[in-house]
Each structure stands twice: as C-alpha cells, then as structure tokens.
C-alpha cells in the first residue's frame, strides 16, 4: 500500500470523494450521487473533475482500484478508501475541526 503524498488540506472535493468511499466500494456515478446528497446539493461533481480527482487521490495512495465482481460490467472501475485515506480524511477532520474552534473562539471573545 502507498504511503500518501501531502494529503492535507484536502480540497472540498477530495475529502467528499473520501467520505463516499468510506462505508463501501464505488463507481464514479455512484460517488458523484452520493457527494451530491451528502452536500445537499451544494457540491456537484462534473465528470472531469471527478475522474481528475480520483486520478489524483489514486496516485497520493488514498484511494485504489477494487476489483469488479464477477457478471458485473467490467468497464465500471471501482474505487476503494485506503487505510492510507482513512488516516488522511480522519486527519482532514481534525484540521477542520480546529479551524471551526478557533473561529468560534476568537469570535466569540472578539480576541485573538
């Protein structure tokens, strides 16, 4: 398994692709669904730029091929979280996660 190469920050469009592929295995239609409803339909990924970013997260190590089960359309790839991505969007997370405490806290108390 790859190491990931700069996973952080992730773009908004990487860490939704990671978050889809978390529970399960899926195809670039698929990932596009659920990122789509996942952001309420803020966040619609056309097909360049979700096969850009696939292309990118498989060459960082976050993501991989899975392999297509038997009598499906073998011309449907599938793509996998890697634990490599696991690590990277629980990483994400974190980092959002304090940039949300920050700004609250400086907004808050109106001091830095």
């Known amino acids: 398994m790859a190491k ?3 996973p952080l920050p992730l773009t908004e469009a990487f860490y ?7 529970p399960r295995p899926s195809h670039g239609y698929g990932i596009m669904q659920d990122v789509e409803a996942m952001s ?3 966040v619609k990924l ?13 060459g960082k190590g976050l993501i991989e091929h899975y ?3 038997d009598g499906t359309d073998a011309r449907r790839k ?5 634990e490599a991505g696991k690590e990277a969007a629980a990483a994400e997370m974190n ?4 940039l949300l405490a920050v700004g609250r806290r ?7």
């Open 4 to 6: 990931p190469k700069e």
């Open 16 to 22: 939704y692709i990671l978050i889809a592929l978390y």
């Open 40 to 42: 309420g339909g803020r």
């Open 46 to 58: 056309g097909a360049g730029t979700l096969y850009t970013a696939l292309n990118a997260l498989l």
């Open 67 to 69: 392999p297509v089960p």
């Open 78 to 82: 599938l793509y996998v979280m890697t």
């Open 95 to 98: 980092r959002l996660e304090e």
């Open 106 to 112: 400086i907004m808050q108390s109106g001091e830095a």
